[in-house]
């Protein structure tokens, strides 16, 4: 069926590290993967995305890789800041138009 | 340009009630669709439409209705409320660029049913 797995569920990292959160899909038909934001209480925001023509797509601190063959894509954040704490949420596209989210990564940057 | 506003904010509802959460995008986009969020769920989509007269489910459509009679309202109905749709709902609406749909959300609803 339609699935996005999403690991790990928490993770803290030291302020100035790096944080890598992976996702795998189950339709390898799958052409579009975005990567959201999620701040307490607000509405998730779309932070960078990639379609499965491309390897790899770089902004600034942010980073996300996919491996259509294994059918998975990651999220990579450098040089971590306390405001990168928010809850991210990784998705792809199943039959072209419906859009199926991961269950979520909670990320805690300690200053 | 609002983007996408949602309407009410909050909601309590009696078990067995009726209500309609109401969704509206000014940026012309062709997709809507509408998420609940529960604590360790992520994002679940419930209905979702390409266009104005078409609608099709998603994960979770059971006890939802969706109609989408303009390309700038997308309203959820629920017909008869039960504890369990207790959730925060998430409308977005997309537009197709290079063959992908990019998402914009709303500001959500939080809806308590007791």
């Known amino acids: 069926g339609e699935n996005v797995e999403q690991h790990p569920s928490t993770l803290s990292v030291q302020e100035g590290d790096s944080a890598v959160i992976k996702c795998t899909y189950s339709d390898s038909a799958s052409n579009y993967f975005p990567w959201y934001k999620q701040e307490l209480g607000k509405r998730p925001q779309l932070i960078i995305d990639i379609r499965s023509n491309v390897g790899e797509k770089k902004d600034q601190r942010i980073a996300v890789t996919l491996n259509k063959t294994a059918k998975h894509f990651s999220l990579h954040i450098t040089e971590t800041q306390p405001e990168d704490s928010a809850v991210y949420f990784c998705a792809a596209t199943f039959t072209y138009d419906k859009v199926i989210f991961g269950p979520g990564t909670s990320l805690s940057v300690i200053p | 340009n609002a983007g996408v506003t949602q309407t009410p904010k909050f909601q309590v509802l009696k078990t067995g009630q009726s209500m309609t959460l109401q969704c509206a995008q000014d940026m012309n986009h062709e997709y809507m669709s509408w998420y609940r969020q529960d604590p360790g769920m992520g994002l679940r989509l419930i209905h979702y439409s390409v266009g104005a007269g078409i609608t099709d489910q998603g994960e979770v459509p059971n006890g939802y209705n969706v109609s989408r009679s303009t390309t700038e309202d997308f309203p959820l109905r629920l017909l008869s409320a039960a504890p369990s749709q207790t959730s925060v709902y998430f409308c977005?609406?997309?537009?197709?660029?290079?063959?992908?749909?990019?998402?914009?959300f709303g500001p959500g609803t939080r809806l308590t049913v007791t």
């Open positions: 977005a609406s997309s537009y197709l660029l290079a063959g992908a749909y990019e998402q914009y």
